[in-house]
Nanobody, 124 residues
Framework: QVQLVESGGGLVQAGGSLRLSCAAS????????MGWFRQAPGKEREFVAA????????YYADSAKGRFTISRDNAKNTVYLQMNSLKPEDTAVYYC?????????????????WGQGTQVTVSS
């Protein structure tokens, strides 16, 4: 079992930055592939970024490339999402997810555990 708790969301002006954190419980965190997703009101949950168990492989949605960076610290059981140059269309609840398989995945169904989410609001 893995429990995930996101933090770091908030209200920011367009062009600003936020760093999301996801703290995981469980001794097997380092073996999990991790991902960030987001869901805006009235829309489906969408993939943002993913990272392999080692951190050596990452993958981004087109909307995140060049602006967002996913990273992890296995010693701290934490995965991060650094978000720069934020836009109003980035406004959503951001979810952290863990996949028992260790690589990078982009689909909701490929993840086994989910956090409760943290709200990110970008004002214009």
């Amino acid at each position: 079992q893995v429990q995930l708790v996101e933090s770091g969301g908030g209200l920011v002006q367009a062009g600003g930055s936020l760093r999301l954190s996801c703290a995981a419980s469980g001794r097997t965190f380092s073996s999990y592939g991790m991902g960030w997703f987001r869901q805006a009101p009235g829309k489906e949950r969408e993939f943002v970024a993913a990272i392999s168990w080692s951190g050596r492989s990452t993958y981004y949605a087109d909307s995140a490339k060049g602006r967002f960076t996913i990273s992890r610290d296995n010693a701290k059981n934490t995965v991060y999402l650094q978000m720069n140059s934020l836009k109003p269309e980035d406004t959503a609840v951001y979810y952290c997810a863990a996949a028992a398989k260790s690589y990078v995945y982009t689909q909701v169904y490929e993840y086994d555990y989910w956090g409760q989410g943290t709200q990110v609001t970008v004002s214009s």
